[in-house]
């Protein structure tokens, strides 16, 4: 799934990222400049998501503490979740923090930090429904497209189809409608969803699979890597990381067990 100035909130749409060239930023460029460009979906609560105009959400904080370290001010593109690899190979910004994975064949073409976070694919359905992998047989799952939830489905013997949606919340919708049966996402996800959701009569069940989430960037930026990864250490040592995820998660959300 923090530089010395102040977060820069300013939303750029994806035809204005694709509109002019661009060349890929080493570490040495992204210092010289200041700014590091970061990434996210802006639609996946409570990782990233609008309050209002301000995009804000535990990886967005992370993102800030993590740049914060680096001494550098944050710069955001809001891409579509489907859209981010084919946008950080034509190098519109240099590194994406997602909350979820990405399907094992998109993953391929990318190299990732360390885990900013663990997690699960949790199954999702009404209380008399499917809540656990065996009940999936024979039923419809509605999955986000092009996740690592889209890739469990696809492994869960006996479920009858699959359907893909733009968001969560899409399949979320779908699935209040009765138009799938269950929904897969991450577990974290499925509980802020239900949480504003009390009325809706779906619970969460069984864990389709354990996941380690990680900020993705270009094939070979090996020091890159290593900035993101030294900087992400010295916030889950500082504190600073226990902070935030006990203000999203009520819990520590790391990778350290």
């Excluded at 909350?99 to 199954?123: L, M, W």
């Amino acid at each position: 799934m923090r530089f010395l100035a102040r977060l820069l909130s300013a939303v750029i749409p994806l035809s204005l990222m694709i509109a002019g060239p661009s060349e890929a930023r080493e570490w040495n460029a992204i210092k010289q400049s200041g700014t590091l460009v970061a990434a996210t979906e802006g639609g996946f609560q409570p990782f990233n998501y609008y309050d209002g105009p301000k995009l804000t959400g535990f990886e967005v904080d992370l993102a800030e503490a993590i740049a914060k370290k680096l001494g550098l001010k944050l710069e955001w593109r809001v891409v579509p979740f489907d859209g981010q690899i084919a946008a950080l190979k034509q190098d519109r910004f240099d590194f994406a923090i997602a909350s979820h994975g990405y399907t094992e064949e998109r993953a391929k073409s990318v190299d990732f930090a360390n885990p900013h976070y663990c997690t699960g694919g949790q199954i999702a359905a009404h209380k008399d429904g499917p809540l656990t992998v065996v009940a999936l047989n024979g039923k419809t799952v509605g999955v986000q497209l092009a996740t690592s939830y889209a890739d469990a489905a696809k492994k869960v013997k006996g479920i009858k189809t699959i359907k893909t949606y733009k968001g969560d919340p899409e399949a979320f919708a779908a699935l209040r409608a009765n138009k799938v049966d269950a929904w897969i996402s991450d577990k974290f996800t499925v509980k802020a969803t239900l949480d504003k959701n009390p009325d809706a009569g779906i619970t969460g069940g069984e864990l389709v699979f354990v996941e380690r989430v990680s900020m993705i960037l270009r094939k070979n930026n090996k020091e890159l890597a290593d900035k993101l990864n030294q900087a992400l250490a010295e916030v889950m040592k500082d504190g600073t990381y226990k902070a935030l995820s006990e203000k999203y998660f009520k819990e520590d959300v790391s990778c350290r067990s």
